[in-house]
């Protein structure tokens, strides 16, 4: 029996557990999984990308120490990314991975469908940063802050350490957003951005909490199929009147919502949270309407904000996010940027694909060969499991959408297909829901590469 990692996003496939919620029971090889079946983390087809044999883990080799090193300020995907494509290329130069936190490789995008599957934070780790540093024959410093960089001399700052870089690569992730709310509970209100975070809600929350939560966006959303179907009452509070309102047109917007009703969410569209306060038990969230809804926990899902303090602070250009070109260089000599932090194309797009294909691109660049970052058509899974949902935005503006519904969610059939058509008749983007995401493959070779059909996606395909 063997594991095997997904190199999207490294779920790890267990021969020997198999995925009994996929209806794959214990002891299936690999190559007997159905071709039909999906990468449960991100959620590709088997057919889609390529899987590795995951080895034993090995004692840490020492770092040469007769050059400078690239040095990575970053653990998650995109840090860990780019500094296993540069050993693919490169088995010689120092690599130096510096982060604040305790530096495990996980699946970010598990944090927001654990809860239904009974997955403590220790089950969602992958490889510990012991194991991480033997794989990639690097360094890594975890807990550890980083104080400034110096441009000109090529030097960081840590803890009053200054240590000189042949290349700095900046994987420095992004915050979660907070509401602007009144009220004298306003800093207990949660955000789940990271692996301490997930840890710390799942020893808060009780059996049956009553959860709002703010935003109906992609990750609002997956948290509110998730809690809800791990037991608790959820409320989620949006502006908008249908959820992912920037990623689905309206008749979607509404089949996710009949979707989301069905399993007992509570959805408080068309509102806002305005203030939180206590109270006697739990919490009293003031709407704009003045209603009040009385609940234990206050989880505000909104979207991220790129950390750019660090590279604002060096001198280095910052925008949305930390600006680069095409080769992800910034606009400081041998510095780079690539992930949740950095604005690329003039987009920053926190999604797995776009992070991969950056690393890839970076790595070929660090050893000497410029690549640009160039994407294909890159559709978003949203891991509702009562309503499965395939985004790919539309690549410009100045089209229609028009839906097709095989049967509505309320009459228990869940069929959704929404194309996205130019003035040509060219299709720029869809949406598919339920039975209809089987048709994926078909549409993506009818919907062109990004800078083939102007430009990139539009507004809507940023994290709501």
């Known amino acids: 029996m063997f594991k095997w990692e997904c190199l999207v996003c490294g779920f790890i496939y267990d021969e020997a557990v198999g995925i009994p919620e996929h209806d794959i029971p214990a002891g299936t090889r690999w190559e007997d999984v159905p071709e039909s079946w999906y990468c449960p983390e991100c959620g590709v087809g088997k057919a889609d990308f390529q899987m590795i044999q995951v080895g034993q883990s090995a004692e ?30 490169d088995s010689d130069t120092p690599i130096l991975i510096v982060t604040r936190d305790g530096g495990e490789f996980y699946s970010k995008p598990a944090l927001s469908n654990a809860f239904q599957t009974g997955r403590l934070p220790e089950q969602l780790v992958t490889f510990s940063a012991v194991q991480m540093a033997a794989q990639l024959q690097a360094q890594i410093r975890t807990r550890t802050s980083i104080e400034r960089i110096d441009t000109e001399a090529q030097l960081i700052y840590l803890d009053g350490e200054p240590l000189r870089y042949r290349a700095l690569v900046l994987a420095l992730g992004a915050d979660a957003r907070r509401l602007e709310l009144q009220g004298d509970a306003v800093d207990e209100v949660i955000t789940v951005n990271d692996l301490e975070d997930y840890r710390r809600l ?7 909490s009553r959860i709002a939560i703010l935003g109906g966006g992609l990750i609002g959303c997956e948290f509110a199929n998730d809690l809800r179907h791990a037991g608790h009452e959820v409320s989620v509070v949006d502006r908008a009147s249908w959820p992912l309102s920037r990623l689905l047109p309206a008749q979607a917007g509404e089949e996710m919502a009949n979707a989301l009703a069905s399993i007992g969410v509570r959805l408080e569209l068309g509102n806002a949270p305005v203030a939180v306060h206590r109270a006697a038990q739990g919490y009293a969230l003031r709407l704009a309407d ?17 950390r750019v303090d ?10 949305g996010g ?14 780079y940027a690539l992930g949740d932090c950095a604005q690329v194309h003039d987009l920053v797009l926190p999604y797995v694909m776009p992070i991969m294909l950056q690393a890839r691109a970076l790595a070929q660049t660090l050893v000497g060969q410029a690549t640009p970052v160039a994407y294909p058509s890159m559709p978003v899974t949203i891991k509702t ?29 869940a ?3 929404s194309i996205y058509l130019d003035q040509q008749n060219q299709m720029l983007g869809f949406v598919l829901m339920g039975g209809g995401t089987k048709e994926k493959a078909e549409l993506q070779k009818r919907r062109p590469n990004w800078g083939e059909a102007g430009g990139g996606p539009t507004a809507v395909d940023k994290k709501a």
């Not at 090193?69 to 653990?75: C, E, W």
């Open 60 to 89: 840490p080799n020492p770092v040469p120490e007769q050059s400078d090193p690239v040095i990575i300020l970053g653990s998650g995907l995109a840090g860990y990314t780019v500094a296993r494509e540069l050993r693919k290329l």
């Open 202 to 208: 799942r020893q808060k929350l009780g059996v049956d």
């Open 290 to 306: 003045d209603r009040v809804l009385e609940v234990d926990y206050v989880l505000c899902a909104i979207g991220l904000a790129p």
């Open 310 to 319: 660090l590279a604002r602070a060096a001198g280095i250009s910052v925008s």
């Open 322 to 335: 930390i600006v680069t070109d095409a080769f992800l260089q910034t606009s400081a000599r041998n510095v």
């Open 385 to 413: 499991s009562v309503l499965p949902t395939i985004v790919a935005s539309p690549m410009s503006a100045g089209g229609e959408w028009s839906t097709e519904r095989a049967g509505r969610w309320d009459k228990g059939i």
């Open 415 to 417: 069929h959704v297909k």
